[in-house]
Structure formats: structure tokens, C-alpha cells
């Protein structure tokens, strides 16, 4: 391979990360057509296909899979070169898609982000909050590079890291009944109207497996409502329309103002892992990379 392919390796590569040579072609800053024509010489050079077509997107065959790294070793030499050379350092820029259930997405990125800004100050992160099924969903399809859930999905394409840990407990108001104990019983949990998360989202999912391992389901307990989202239900306890199942990190704040109790539940295991999600079968960009390196150190944090 001359040096005249490293234009053509740097276009394979965000053709690679953007799963799309439309994307390619508006971030390179040229025609579609050029991505095209580029992305045929390096096929022509190297004599193997390098994407095949899918649903309106490309992906990479098991020969991209492995020219990309050798392809970032390559233009990260050269960026090396190119900076020692002229004493200045471009810095890591990019686009990075993330989509996130809601305790992630609510409770632990606004802790997290301002901190990725601070050290990646050109990288510009887009988070689209959603429940679980569909944070998998946008991953699996390429509409977001990287999904953060509350539970695991059954794909065959996606992998998930463990990054946090989490914790589900009975909430009641202030004044109730209830609210002095520690820990309830099954049998005092199925007596008391309870405010659900709706199909579809993690917590609910925990709540559901966890009644499952216990020999019980949903159908043992006093669902009398269900919501879209942890802050309704959390302010419909608050106003006594009956108690709920929710991570210890939706009411960290109003369990310790005192607005609302946590009880654990007797023979219900309600611990569980949040994990961070991607398609291996695209390649993942620099940002999503330094996005999954620096989320590294929350593994341990849990209120």
C-alpha cells in the first residue's frame, strides 16, 4: 500500500465509525460519490471487499474488521508525525451519539458529562434519554454509537460492560404507615397500591425478575397505575397515590430531606448492574472510545 492510499485509509475509517458513506462524506467535507470512489481504490488495491450494504447502512466485512485498526495505527503515526514536526497538537474532536435509559440517563451522565466536556472540550455528545428496549434498539440500528441500560438485551450483536451499580427499593411518603420500618415483607408489599414503570424499561424489568426468582410475578402485587417516567412516579408518591419500586438513585434527594422513606423488600433480590452497550459489529469512533475509557471509573459508585 503507497502513501497515496492514507487519504482512502482515513475515508475507509470514518466510512467505518459513521456506518454510513453519507456520513462519511459530511464530516470528510467532500461528495458521496468521492467516499465511493475512494473506498473502490483501496478495495481495488488490497483486492477484498471491505463493507457490505444493510438496511440502508454499510458494515464492515471480516476484512475491514481487520484492516480498521491497522488503519488507526497508520493515521495515528502519521498524526504523531505531523505533530512533532510542527509543535502543534490538533485536539480530539468528533461527534459521539449516546442513548440512555433513564437512571442513567438522568442521575448518573449530568454527574458524568461535565467532567468528559472538561477534558474533551471539542467532543460534542448528543444524549437521547429513552427506556431501555429502545436505547437497544437505536444501538443495534446505529442510531447511537453507545447505549447505557439498566438491564441486558438478548442480541446476538451487542455487547454490555458493567460500568455502575444500582439498587431498588419500596419508596414511601412521609407519614405513611410503613415509612418508620427498614424492610417490609412480600406480603405487606402486595397490600399496598403500587405506581409501575411502564413495559419496556429496566426498572420495571429488575422488579420483574426479582418476583420471578422469588416463585411470584406481577399479578401478585396491587399495580394501580403505571407511568413513563421516574420522576412522575416519584411525585405521585409524593402525593400519596401509593408507593413504588425505584432505583435508590431517582430519590437520593428526597430520602435524605426526609420527603420520602426506602425500605428494602424481604426476599426480593433488587440489586442490580447498569452497563454500557455497543453493536461489535461496527466499529466504535475516538470518542466513543475515550467516552468508554472514562467511564471506567464509575464502576464502583453507588449511593
Known amino acids: 500500500m503507497s502513501t497515496e492510499q492514507l487519504p482512502h485509509l482515513e475515508t475507509f475509517a470514518k466510512a467505518a465509525e459513521l456506518s454510513s458513506f453519507t456520513g462519511a ?3 470528510l467535507g ?18 477484498v471487499s471491505l463493507f457490505r450494504r ?22 495515528s503515526l502519521h498524526e504523531e508525525a505531523r505533530q512533532q514536526l510542527t509543535g502543534k497538537k490538533t485536539p480530539v474532536a468528533g461527534d459521539l451519539s449516546v442513548a440512555a435509559s433513564s437512571v442513567p440517563g438522568e442521575y448518573l451522565l449530568p454527574e458524568f458529562l461535565p467532567l468528559f466536556r472538561e477534558r474533551y472540550p471539542h467532543i460534542k455528545v448528543r444524549v437521547t434519554v429513552t427506556d431501555t428496549q429502545e436505547v437497544l434498539h437505536q444501538v443495534e440500528q446505529g442510531l447511537a454509537q453507545l447505549g447505557m441500560v439498566g ?46 414503570r411502564e413495559t ?35 411525585e405521585a408518591v409524593l402525593r400519596g397515590l401509593g408507593g413504588a419500586v425505584l432505583s435508590t438513585r431517582v430519590v437520593q434527594k428526597e430520602v435524605q430531606s426526609g420527603r420520602l422513606h426506602a425500605l ?14 455497543w453493536d461489535r459489529r461496527r466499529v466504535l469512533p475516538i470518542p466513543a472510545r475515550l467516552f468508554l475509557d472514562s467511564l471506567q471509573p464509575m464502576a464502583n459508585h453507588n449511593p
Open 200 to 234: 419496556g424499561s429496566g426498572s420495571r424489568s429488575c422488579l420483574e425478575q426479582a418476583l420471578k426468582q422469588a416463585g411470584k410475578s406481577l399479578k401478585d402485587l396491587n399495580i394501580a397505575l403505571d407511568l413513563g417516567s421516574n420522576e412522575g412516579i416519584k
Open 151 to 196: 438491564g441486558k438485551g438478548d442480541s446476538k450483536h451487542l455487547e454490555f460492560r458493567p460500568f455502575a451499580n444500582d439498587r431498588m427499593a419500596l419508596v414511601l411518603p412521609k407519614g405513611h404507615p410503613l415509612a418508620t420500618r427498614k424492610q417490609v415483607s412480600f406480603r405487606q408489599l402486595s397490600r399496598l397500591p403500587l405506581i409501575s
Open 264 to 277: 428494602r423488600i424481604g426476599g426480593l433480590a433488587l440489586e442490580r448492574d447498569l452497563f454500557i452497550v
Open 25 to 27: 462524506s459530511r464530516a
Open 54 to 75: 444493510r438496511g440502508g447502512r454499510v458494515l464492515l466485512t471480516e476484512a475491514g474488521q481487520q484492516l480498521y485498526p491497522l488503519a488507526q495505527r497508520i493515521l
Open 30 to 47: 467532500f461528495t458521496q460519490a468521492a467516499v465511493s470512489q475512494r473506498i473502490q481504490a483501496l478495495e481495488q488495491t488490497l483486492g
